[in-house]
DNA sequence: CGGTCCCTCAGCCTTTTGGCTGATACGGCT
DNA sequence: AGCCGTATCAGCCAAAAGGCTGAGGGACCG
């Protein structure tokens, strides 16, 4: 039986070596390549078509994984995409699952999950951490807690630090508009002040 | 000669894997042991007394890096601590520092970087990764922007989103003086809103 | 011992923010 | 046609935050 063909991307030599050497363990799989960015990630998938990427979301300058992820996608080969990182920010995942990764795993995760995820993905399963799956069940629990787009666009910039007047000069509404926004913004992340919102989309929503 | 002792200490266990098989091919270095979180580190020192810990700063609930730094210092052994970290936040630099590490080296140092920290620190030496320098450089020479103890700590809470109320109580300080505080961090952060300086200490100061 | 930081606190005043209520308008869905 | 979600705006009021000045005590250092 021919064993599991994997294109580890990941900007972070040690943890390339880490998984490296995890994935070696398993007489099933077999490391191909390493990437260490996004552009450098689709080439070695053109040229290896290997059966599984996986590969973390944050990766210096430059393409980043989501874009890489639908770059691969876009290549209509049938790699399964796992994504290996280590925030489980609701808006990372929501991006990544809707990008066409088949699964999500956290880096802390243990090494029977990570082997668990790739058997699965190249079967066609999805595979994520408890965390994560946790995030989508509340997610699709509570629509009400979704933020509307212009709610969004209105959250990332309070992330800059602006302020409400600010606020409504970028996005040319009243400074009334924004308040509505706001309060609105508040009710849906749980929470009373900007600097909570703020807290709470940079850890949260992974809006850095 | 006998080989470099070598304790890793990092929740990732891909993050273990990797040092341990990158020092694995240095003939003058042993990973004696490998440590999840910060109790266990100061335990395992105990036990191996290493030449260097090799440790990250962020490992989630419990002891953080620092704390760990500070107490395996207070052990009195000679270890040699190298921080081996993601982030090049001002603060944590000059905590860690002044915790006592030898060196302070980023997640995406090359091996050689990482096994000449490793040489140099059991030999006296500090090495840094060359971000990390310059960040220490860019301090001494405007020392006028540094924060104090008391203002990164206060800096820190901020980001949790707290009022000046819930400052003061969680520091045992009047809002009077939560409010000097603060007036200082915003000058030194070169910003004038507490939303301003939540992003900025967390885009720059890698608070999160 | 004087100078310099750092941490602490107070009072006063202005600006900003947040909570509330209510209103208009547009698009889509039933 | 009605309903609902979204986006827009207004006014009012209380609370929070920010700017300013001044000030005392403790630690360290030359």
């Known amino acids: 039986m021919s064993r599991i063909t994997v294109l580890l ?93 088949m699964g999500y795993l956290l880096k802390d995760a243990a090494p029977e999950e990570i082997f668990a995820a790739i058997r699965g993905a190249v079967q066609g399963r999805s595979v994520m951490s408890p965390p994560v799956a946790s995030r989508l069940f509340q997610q699709l629990r509570n629509p009400d807690e979704v933020l509307t787009p212009r709610e969004a666009e209105l959250l990332s910039l309070l992330t800059e630090g602006l302020s409400n007047r600010e606020l409504g000069r970028r996005l040319f509404i009243s400074e009334a508009t924004v308040k509505t926004h706001l309060a609105h913004i508040y009710a849906k992340l749980g929470v009373d002040t900007r600097a909570a919102a703020i807290a709470t989309a940079i850890r949260r929503e992974g809006m850095r």
Not at 40 to 64: F, I, T, Y
């Open 9 to 101: 991307v990941d900007d972070h030599l040690v943890v390339r070596s880490g998984l490296r050497a995890l994935l070696g363990t398993q007489p099933d799989m077999e490391v191909v390549a390493e990437a260490s960015s996004g552009g450098e990630a689709l080439e070695l998938v053109r040229v290896h078509s290997p059966a599984v990427v996986v590969m973390d979301l944050a990766m210096g300058p430059g393409m980043d994984g989501i874009e890489a992820i639908r770059r691969i996608r876009d290549l209509d080969s049938r790699q399964a995409i796992l994504v290996f990182t280590t925030y489980d920010s609701d808006a990372d995942i929501v991006r990544a699952v809707d990008s066409g990764a």
